[in-house]
Each structure stands twice: as structure tokens, then as C-alpha cells.
């Protein structure tokens, strides 16, 4: 009996052997279809400058903030950021991972609420389901469904009110490795920025292209970028001529604030090596705007637009370090300024800003 017993064993055991494969491809085959992940964050950042206000406009705040015309509390604040972003992947027909991610922010001012905003994010990319998969396609729509700017001076009132914004963004990207670690990118995009009724006059909607060159080795990643901005003020016909305001000049309700808009950037992301007990990385980005305004009015009927170029430069650089594998802390700063040229020496006191923001955030994987 224990001689067949054993013939029996050996034959179970090389049964399996031969039948392993077999049943890993089916395991394989059985992979789930869907998956899905959860990451939060939360970050609080110091805004030294909440609404972007000029010098000039700062300084008659600090005055009299009673007669400064939006209802801040401090020019400065602190505000709280919360992110929710649920990502789900679709493993499709032919060889395709189909992935959808949704973005939730919601950003809390401390000392200045009635600014607090929501923002929403929604995308969609295609790519073919292999580890060195060489293009992607992306298809991204983006939301706030309200964002205050500050208080202006409405004509058919005659009196000062909290103007916001809705913006919608929508945005289709292809990119493609064209010899690894290289890849080329290009996109086209719509955007659309409708006011409060009772600043439908600055309603605007934008069209744009860019492309983009990146280098990625898996640790290192470098690229640049170009984008060509066309906006149309598609509510600037129910303006009335520009009255100068003795008391104040502002660029209430007045002109044509057609532009064309050229935006260079650059970005470098990567390991540094000076921390040692935890994975870290460092980011750099910068981003610089130049508009020209292109309307065909007087300088008489349009001070504010006519001959006005703006310069806006942003620089934002972080430290991300892995606490573990689901919790990463980042430390960022970031230094947004806007230059004006005019032929009207009120208008880059007006419109020229500076602001620096300070944060941390925490970011962990729920699932």
C-alpha cells in the first residue's frame, strides 16, 4: 500500500506542476476589471496678499479700511485646503486601461469667508495596458462655481458690489514617448469666465493651444512648455463710454479687454539626496504670462486696455518627503507678481501686484 500511496502522491504533485501555468494564466485572466483608489490631503497655507491688490490699493486699505470699497478683514490670511481625489481603472478591450480620476477642493479663509470657494476637476485618459505604453490620451474638465474677485463699482446702481466669477475649463491632451526617456505633448482647450449679474460685462470666453517637451528617466523629470491664450470679452458691448472717477480710478465696467496671451513655462521634479531617513523630492516651476490687449479703442473711450501690456511671472518650489508608504508631507512656496505697461501712468498703479503664499500639506492614501 505505501508504494502506491506514494506512486499516487507523485503523480498529484506532477499534475500540479504541469497544470501551474495553466492556472496562473487563469488567475490572470481573472484579474479584477476595476480597481480604485482614494487619497486625501490637507494643507494651510499664509496668502500674504488674498485678492492680488496693487501697492496703491494696499496702502489706502491700511489707512481706512472702512472706506476701502471689499470687505476685508486683513489683507493678508491663512487659509485651509482640503482635497478628496478618488481615482477608477477600467482594464478595456483591447489591451486599453481607461482611467478616471475626480479632483474635490475646497479652500477655507480664516479671516476673510465671504472669499472661501469650491473648485471640481474630472478626468479621463486612454492608454494602452502595457508597462512601457508609449502615448496617452487625456481629456480633462475643470469648475468654480464661484470665486469672488472684489467689490466694484456697478453704473446702473451707482454703487459698490461683491463681483464673482464662474469658470468652466475644458481640455484634450495627447502625449506621446517618442524615444524614452523623451516625449512630445500637444492640447487645445476652452474656457469660459461668467460674472454676477450685475457684472455680465466682463463676461469672457478663451480659446488656447500649447505643446510640450519633457524629459522623464522614472526619477528625474524635466519639461517646457508654450501656450497660445486668445480671449474674447464677449459682454464688453453693454458698456457705457469710461467716465473718468476723480476720487478713484478704476477699471469698473469700462472697455474692451480682448487679448492675446503667450505663456512660457518650465518644470524640473526629482530625488535630492540631503535628507536621509526619508525618500524625498524636490519641485520647481515657473510660469511667465504675457498679454497684450487688443482693442481697437481710443486711449480716450479705453484707458484701461488700449496699449496695455501685462507681465506676470509665478515661481512655486516644494519639498515632498514619504513619512511612509501611504503618508507624504510637502513644504511649498510660491511668488506670483504682475508687471503693467500703459501709456496711462494710473493703470500699472492699479493693476501691478505681489504675493507670496507659504504652506504645508499632508496627503495620505486611504486606499
Known amino acids: ?5 506514494l506512486r499516487v502522491m507523485m503523480a498529484v504533485v506532477l499534475l500540479a506542476i504541469l497544470c501551474a501555468p495553466a492556472l496562473a494564466a487563469t488567475r490572470r485572466k481573472a484579474a479584477p476589471r476595476l480597481t ?11 496668502n500674504d496678499n488674498l485678492i492680488g491688490l496693487s501697492e496703491r490699493d494696499r496702502n489706502q486699505f491700511v489707512r481706512d479700511p472702512l472706506l476701502f470699497p471689499t470687505p476685508l478683514e486683513t489683507v493678508d490670511d491663512l487659509e485651509n485646503e482640503v482635497q ?18 475626480y479632483r474635490l477642493r475646497y479652500v477655507k479663509r480664516w479671516r476673510n469667508d465671504f472669499a472661501d470657494y469650491w473648485t471640481h476637476t474630472f478626468g479621463l485618459s486612454l492608454r494602452p495596458r502595457v508597462a512601457d505604453s508609449r502615448w496617452n490620451l487625456r481629456f480633462r474638465v475643470a469648475a468654480i462655481p464661484s470665486f469672488y474677485l472684489r467689490d ?30 523623451f516625449w512630445l505633448e500637444a492640447s487645445a482647450g476652452y474656457g469660459s469666465y461668467y460674472y454676477n449679474r450685475k457684472f455680465t460685462e466682463y463676461d469672457s470666453e478663451f480659446r488656447e493651444v500649447a505643446g510640450a517637451l519633457g524629459y522623464d528617466t522614472g526619477r528625474w523629470r524635466v519639461n517646457g512648455s508654450y501656450t497660445r491664450r486668445h480671449s474674447e470679452n464677449i459682454g464688453k458691448d453693454q458698456r457705457e463710454p ?30 535630492i539626496s540631503f535628507v536621509k531617513w526619508r525618500p524625498t523630492k524636490l519641485t520647481l516651476i515657473y ?15 479705453d484707458p484701461f486696455h488700449r496699449g496695455r501690456l501685462d507681465k506676470r511671472g509665478q515661481f512655486t518650489t ?19 507678481a504682475r508687471g503693467v505697461d500703459s501709456p496711462v501712468p494710473q493703470v500699472p498703479l492699479a493693476k501691478d501686484f505681489v504675493r507670496h503664499e507659504f504652506g504645508v500639506q499632508v496627503e495620505r492614501t486611504l486606499r
Open 36 to 46: 480604485w483608489d482614494l487619497s486625501a490631503s490637507l494643507a494651510t497655507i499664509y
Open 152 to 181: 466694484y463699482k456697478d453704473r446702473d446702481y451707482n454703487a459698490y458690489h461683491s463681483t464673482r466669477y464662474s469658470n468652466w475649463d475644458y481640455e484634450t491632451a495627447f502625449r506621446y514617448h517618442v524615444v524614452a526617456p
Open 84 to 101: 478628496l481625489r478618488p481615482t477608477v481603472r477600467w482594464r478595456a478591450p483591447q489591451k486599453l486601461m481607461l482611467t478616471a480620476d
Open 242 to 271: 469710461f467716465i473718468v472717477d476723480p476720487d478713484r480710478f478704476s477699471d469698473t465696467e469700462y472697455g474692451d479687454s480682448d487679448y492675446n496671451e503667450d505663456e512660457f513655462g518650465v518644470g524640473l521634479h526629482g530625488p
Open 1 to 5: 500500500m505505501q508504494p502506491r500511496r
Open 318 to 336: 516644494s519639498l515632498s518627503c514619504e513619512v511612509n508608504r501611504k503618508t507624504e508631507v510637502q513644504l511649498f512656496m510660491t511668488y506670483d
Open 287 to 301: 510660469k511667465l504670462r504675457r498679454r497684450v490687449y487688443t482693442t481697437d479703442r481710443s486711449l480716450e473711450s
